[in-house]
């Protein structure tokens, strides 16, 4: 806006709320700021709370706080109420604090969808309950149960169930019993657990998959008789043969690292033993000793009236300005319809949700963004949905950590237990939605720990009734129609990733990886199975630019789903060290999945086909690469990657010297594979890093500018009256590319499909590990 136009506008505002106060103060604020007065009031009763630390939750009727003191009939009757008020894509939310202290033996905890039971002692001992419950859902199956929570109790019970899917972390726990992670014979997708202590058994059960970091086993050790695909990173206790056992029949199912990389556990309230409620920030740790971690003293603590307390019923701009007041944000369990994205500004500041908060992105707009450059953020336990019309043109990610515009050479922060989601839901009036990237990582040293990326298949908008029996493949669900384009896009340097979920993006590429020195441990995606435009089109489920010297990943399972074939579950560059890698066809032939692995580079294209095969398991311990450890990292040192003993070593085909000249790339590789959108959804990370560098202040150049003008424009007047036509000459790749564009505007409606053949220059890749374009 123009500067002289903005004092008569404020005069005139002044104006017409002077004439307002005629009519009431009350109204007036209302007309002219857009929210009560009581807003202000509510976010000084939100400080006052805070500040008074016992009694910060008294006006929070989704908080419920229990107490051992408390009769059995009273505990009882407030879990069960909690249970009953949940459902799939309810709009409920809870959080469950126990205090510390021993809970009734014969309370029964069954765990409802967005529920968390968090014990606030200040270790896990210090709250103790006798049962913990998650089993099979009304389908007959553990599917869908996703977004729950257990953190900081010991269960005392002989067996704890906890049959759950993606978004349903188990932390900072003591399991005195067994602890099986599925109900029955029904299927599971789970899981994540870290820093967990088990007495007995752990069986693995149905589950397809699971990440642990930091557990200790029992002294019965692991029954597993099926799965796909575990990770255990710092795990105390599992002997060999447990571990052999385990893979019978489908060798490489368990990837075991003796240490952790560096990590960090997520913040946590306590309730201390001077009845001061805390928030504790646990620090960052580099490959800490195996086992469940014994010391929980916090790297720091922050009081109460450090952190702003946000509930639903608030403004966005209320919650915005306690940001900027505040070390801390605590979001409490609700949803939050937001009208701009909750930026964070400031050096070691907590976001941390309780009970399953989500947060509803402003159209176009972000949820979360984090500035560039600050260090040992904290974001965790929230979901962003997205609700920017499907009609739109184009949307920033639900959560945008740092711009890209710098290196920072301390750690960036932690994004713990993160849900990210696009579909059409009811509470958002089945309206449809788009999501071009759902997460982008662009600074540099961040740690990721669980996060799930979902394109729904499943939703309350299509009549369709959950039952055993119910089949979700072949029904079409108005979530199917919504638009998505990259699950996460990793453009900084040195992230560490652990428990990375991506499901069902349709229209590019689920994983984006242009960053150095990245480390991954534990990677699950499931193609889109309802879509039939995203496969043919040579979209995989993890990319590594073909420009990155350092990546390491460890225990990657790509699945499809499909009567449709897909070309590849992974596509990297030829530096990239993947150790055991599986593909799983559910319901369709083998050949499905016409690559399992495809290598890029400029020379071109090296595909690779399983090791070997069981039932509808493929697997490949690791790739053939080329060593590039003595080449210098474009804005990063080489990672230290913790021991790999236990892990299939790769075979190097080459070393780099270190005197060969960096391939810079334009992200060729995936021209051939995506849509226009997809294309610009790319390269908007590149763009604005170009923006930002031609940024210019006219107003202080313009009189210069004006005069080099004026000096100039005799000579470029002659230069245009003696111009000769010139000859544009393109390469025969920007001749195909031109002709293609005119044959699809002239014949085609939509998107065009690019055939192999035509994607990689008449050239098509065959399978075997010698096999080359």
Not at 83 to 110: C, S, V, W
Not at 122 to 141: E, F, H, M, R, Y
Request: charged fraction near 20%; glycine fraction near 8%; aromatic fraction near 10%.
């Amino acid at each position: 806006m123009p500067q002289t136009v903005r004092p008569m506008r404020s005069a005139l505002v002044g104006l017409v709320f002077s004439l307002q106060l005629a009519n009431g103060y009350e109204e007036a604020s209302d007309v002219m700021m857009g929210k009560k007065i009581n807003e202000w009031e509510a976010f000084g009763q939100a400080s006052m709370s805070s500040t008074a630390a016992s009694t910060w939750y008294e006006r929070l009727p989704n908080v419920i706080v229990l107490d051992p003191s408390m009769t059995l009939d009273v505990l009882q009757a407030k879990i069960w109420a909690v249970q009953n008020a949940t459902t799939h894509f309810g709009t409920e939310r809870y959080a469950i604090l126990l205090k510390p202290g021993d809970y009734p033996p014969q309370l029964l905890i069954n765990l409802g969808y967005y529920t968390s039971i968090i014990g606030v002692g200040a270790n896990p001992d210090d709250v103790k309950i006798p049962d913990l419950w998650v089993s099979n859902d009304i389908t007959g199956q553990a599917t869908n149960n996703f977004w729950r929570s257990v953190e900081g109790v010991t269960v005392t019970g002989p067996r704890t169930m906890w049959a759950v899917s993606q978004a349903s972390p188990l932390r900072r726990s003591i399991i005195s019993g067994e602890l099986w992670l599925s109900h029955e014979e029904g299927y599971s997708s789970g899981g994540f657990i870290s820093d967990v202590q088990i007495g007995k058994k752990l069986v693995m059960g149905t589950q397809q998959q699971w990440f642990f970091r930091q557990i200790t086993f029992p002294t019965e050790g692991l029954w597993c008789w099926q799965g796909w695909n575990y990770v255990f990173m710092g795990a105390l206790g599992l002997d060999d043969a447990s571990v052999q056992k385990c893979n019978t029949g489908m060798p490489h199912k368990i990837s075991q690292m003796d240490r952790t990389a560096r990590s960090a556990e997520k913040p946590y309230l306590v309730l201390e033993d001077d009845g001061r409620w805390m928030m504790y920030i646990p620090g960052i740790v580099h490959q800490p000793a195996p086992g469940a971690l014994l010391d929980h003293n916090p790297a720091y603590k922050l009081t109460m009236d450090q952190v702003f307390v946000a509930d639903p019923e608030m403004s966005t701009e209320t919650i915005v300005q306690g940001l900027r007041t505040k070390e801390a944000c605590l979001l409490t369990p609700g949803i939050y319809y937001l009208t701009e994205p909750l930026e964070i500004t400031k050096d070691r500041f907590v976001l941390l949700g309780i009970g399953f908060p989500t947060l509803v992105s402003p159209p176009g707009m972000s949820c979360i963004k984090v500035q560039q450059g600050l260090n040992d953020v904290r974001v965790a336990s929230i979901i962003m949905d997205a609700n920017t019309p499907a009609s739109h043109d184009y949307t920033e990610p639900l959560l945008q950590w740092g711009d890209g515009t710098s290196h920072w050479s301390q750690v960036a922060g932690v994004a713990s237990d993160i849900v990210a989601r696009v579909g059409a839901f009811g509470y958002l009036n089945c309206e449809l939605k788009r999501a071009d990237t759902l997460v982008e990582f662009n600074a540099d040293d961040l740690i990721v720990d669980n996060v799930w990326v979902w394109h729904a298949d499943h939703d309350d908008c299509s009549d369709f009734t959950m039952a055993k029996g119910a089949d979700m493949m072949d029904y079409k669900f108005q979530s199917d129609q919504c638009q998505s384009t990259h699950g996460i896009v990793v453009n900084g340097n040195n992230l560490v990733a652990y428990g990375v979920f991506v499901e069902h993006i349709v229209d590019g590429h689920m994983l984006l990886w242009n960053g150095e020195a990245g480390q991954l441990y534990f990677f699950q995606a499931e193609l889109p199975y309802h879509s039939e435009k995203t496969l043919p089109e040579r979209y995989a489920a993890y990319v590594v630019a073909q420009t990155v010297y350092s990546h390491f990943a460890v225990g990657l399972g790509a699945y499809i789903i499909d009567r449709e074939p897909a070309y590849a579950g992974f596509q990297v560059s030829p530096y990239a060290d993947l150790r055991n890698v599986v593909t799983v066809i559910i319901d369709a032939p083998e050949d499905t999945m016409k690559h399992q692995v495809c290598q890029e580079s400029e020379e071109g294209q090296k595909c690779f086909a399983p090791q070997n095969c069981s039932w509808s398991r493929c697997w490949r311990a690791s790739l053939p690469i080329i060593d590039a450890h003595a080449m210098t990292l474009r804005g990063a040192a080489w990672p230290q990657v913790p021991p790999t003993e236990k892990l299939p070593a790769p075979e190097i085909v080459k070393r780099l010297s270190g005197q060969e000249t960096y391939r810079q790339g334009d992200w060729n590789y995936a021209d051939f594979s995506m849509s226009r959108d997809a294309k610009r959804a790319t390269r908007q990370f590149a763009d604005r890093q170009r923006l930002r560098a031609q940024v210019v202040n006219w107003e202080s150049h313009a009189p210069w500018l004006g005069l080099c003008f004026l000096v100039a424009l005799p000579f470029l007047l002659t230069c245009w009256a003696n111009r000769e036509p010139v000859q544009v000459v393109r390469p025969p790749e920007a001749e195909a590319e031109i002709m293609l564009e005119e044959f699809r505007a002239e014949h085609l409606p939509g998107e065009l499909p690019l055939l192999p053949e035509l994607a990689t220059g008449g050239r098509c890749c065959s399978e075997g590990p010698e096999a080359a374009c």
